[in-house]
């Protein structure tokens, strides 16, 4: 498997204008992108800071993943990502080694990429999310 850099961070928010607000005013970043994923039940805005990028994550539904997260633990650091090269074949190689994946096939995510990620009961308690770019 061939991580490549940490694709991006990604923070769940109860409220994105007002996040993106603190980013931008405060922390001095610039969104970059807002984009809604429906079928994640999300909405989202990106922020480059140095070569990493800071995913926004605001619920649009409340049985969402997002929504359930800020539920049970309240808004901060939801998951990391990671570029990789060949998800697919990555992914089959980590379930190979005992990792349970959430996703066992990649999908669609924000900004185009296909995504998949590991489940945190076998990462550690972190929840991590493979990105590759399409070509």
């Not at 409220?15 to 909405?43: F, M, P, R, T």
């Not at 901060?76 to 994946?101: P, R, T």
């Amino acid at each position: 498997m061939n991580l490549t850099h940490v694709e991006h961070i990604g923070i769940a928010v109860k409220n994105l204008d007002e996040s993106i607000k603190y980013y931008e005013n405060i922390l001095g970043l610039k969104c970059y992108a807002i984009e809604e994923v429906k079928d994640q039940k999300v909405k989202t805005a990106f922020f480059m800071a140095g070569q990493t990028k800071i995913e926004l994550l605001e619920s649009t539904e409340s049985d969402g993943p997002i929504g359930k997260f800020i539920e049970k633990k309240g808004e901060g650091i939801h998951h990391i990502a990671f570029a990789i090269n060949n998800l697919a074949e990555g992914l089959k190689e980590i379930e190979a080694k005992g990792i349970q994946l959430i996703d066992k096939v990649p999908r669609q995510g924000a900004e185009g990429l296909n995504i998949a990620f590991l489940h945190p009961k076998s990462t550690n308690g972190v929840l991590t999310e493979l990105c590759e770019h399409p070509e």
